[in-house]
């Protein structure tokens, strides 16, 4: 059974940072590619990043661009999500997903 | 990217009655790459449909997927009191993943 466990969330101020992890079990990690995927309070799903099985390659929504950053460890079946210069409108819940698999989420504050 | 459009945007609906939701793209969802979600307040998202028609381990068979490269379908056949919640239609075959922006299921 594919899981997905993410952590890190919390209450940031603006400007802060932030790390997300994603721990995988239940599939070959190593295999497939990755997303993170974020709903902010009230609102719809919005796709974050992509990175592929290798880390070869990257994408980025362009509202996180230039300061989210994507990465995983396949030897430690994990996914990571570095957040920097947070701002109010990060404010969201995070899914790390394993198409079409989510996990439960962490929930990401930016407030003063 | 794939521009996915969900209707209606609300359905008020009796217990016991059929939901017909709909999703369509603006061009074609390859290999069927098309996922249904259920989410009920304060929950993740719940895997309900992948592949445009199979469903996810543990739902019950009164939901059903369907349709093909630009239009699909999330039908429920008889609604239980469970069953009223938000539903996302999302692709995942091509980059970047797109979402509907969502069909509430009410209870009328």
């Known amino acids: 059974e594919v899981q997905l466990v993410e952590s890190g969330g919390g209450l940031v101020q603006p400007g802060g940072s932030l790390r997300l992890s994603c721990a995988a079990s239940g599939f070959t990690f190593s295999s497939y590619s990755m997303n993170w995927v974020r709903q902010a309070p009230g609102k719809g799903l919005e796709w974050v990043s992509y990175i592929s099985s290798s880390s070869s390659t990257i994408y980025y929504a362009d509202s996180v661009k230039g300061r989210f950053t994507i990465s995983r460890d396949n030897a430690k079946n994990s996914l990571y999500l570095q957040m920097n210069s947070l701002r109010a409108e990060d404010t969201a819940v995070y899914y790390c997903?394993?198409?079409?698999?989510w996990g439960k989420g962490t929930t990401v504050t930016v407030s003063s | 990217e794939i521009v996915l459009t969900q209707s209606p945007g609300t359905l008020s609906l009796s217990p016991g009655e059929r939901a017909t939701l709909s999703c369509r793209a603006s061009?074609?969802?390859?290999?069927?790459?098309l996922a249904w979600y259920q989410q009920k307040p304060g929950q993740a998202p719940r895997l309900l449909i992948y592949?445009?028609?199979s469903r996810a381990t543990g739902i019950p068979d009164r939901f059903s997927g369907s349709g093909s490269e630009t239009d699909f379908t999330l039908t429920i056949s008889r609604l239980e009191p469970e069953d009223f919640a938000v539903y996302y239609c999302q692709q995942y075959g091509s980059s970047p993943w797109t979402f509907g922006q969502g069909t509430k299921v009410e209870i009328k």
């Open positions: 997903a394993r198409a079409p698999f």
């Open positions: 592949g445009a028609s």
């Open positions: 061009q074609s969802v390859s290999s069927s790459y």
